[in-house]
């Protein structure tokens, strides 16, 4: 009955005229995240996208294998952009600083000033995240590999570090390992269609190289 309740809640509120004053909060969008009704499993993700928190991640990692494919997509959405808030206005402000030197193509600028951010904020796991994306695309693989180690220390649901690994190991031929850490990313969001595709090359690749030992 509860969950029906919150169901109904999360309906009525997203629907009533005014709504946007009265949007859901944090535990009823979780609560109605795990209904039955995908309309409010939908909207409640894409809810915590604008309010959540990294105590929801669990929850929304979860609806990751919701049956309804619009659930999956905006909780996959959601976790993305919680991840990219830190709770501080000078943190937050310098990532989006990081995010358009990226798009410019300043590698140099964006791994300054991400890693002033985690100086300023080491907790923030987004942060050694994008700095560990840099480093790979500066061909620093073994920087970008001690990023993702902090990324998964702080955030163990990162499923873009985790593939992030795997291009890293790919890159230095350990494809042992890049199977490995692409199983994982799967394990975690089992929507990742370049993933699957990537772990069925590998799994073959290494077959080849097993039979040739033969």
């Known amino acids: 009955m509860r969950t029906l309740s919150s169901v109904l809640l999360l309906t009525l509120l997203l629907t009533i005229p005014g709504a946007e004053a009265q949007a859901p909060g944090r535990d009823q969008a979780v609560q109605a995240l795990a209904g039955a009704d995908a309309r409010a499993r939908r909207d409640a993700a894409a809810r915590l996208g604008e309010i959540g928190t990294m105590a929801d991640v669990k929850a929304l990692a979860a609806a990751l294998r919701d049956p309804d494919a619009d659930t999956r997509e905006r909780a ?40 002033r951010i985690i100086a300023i904020d080491p907790g923030f796991a987004e942060g050694w ?80 190289r097993r039979r040739r030992t033969i």
């Open 76 to 115: 996959e959405e959601a976790m993305w952009r919680i991840w990219a808030r830190s709770g501080n206005a000078e943190v937050d402000r310098l990532y989006q600083t990081g995010i358009e030197q990226m798009s410019a193509g300043g590698l140099n600028e964006a791994i300054a000033t991400f890693s």
């Open 129 to 208: 995240n994008k700095r560990a994306t840099l480093y790979f695309l500066a061909g620093e693989l073994r920087k970008s590999l001690a990023d993702c180690d902090e990324v998964i220390k702080r955030n163990p649901y990162h499923f873009g570090a985790l593939a992030g690994y795997a291009h890293i190991y790919v890159q230095l031929e350990r494809y042992d390992r890049a199977l490995e850490y692409s199983r994982r990313a799967l394990e975690v969001n089992p929507n990742l269609d370049a993933v699957k595709r990537n772990i069925e090359m590998l799994e073959e690749m290494l077959a080849q």
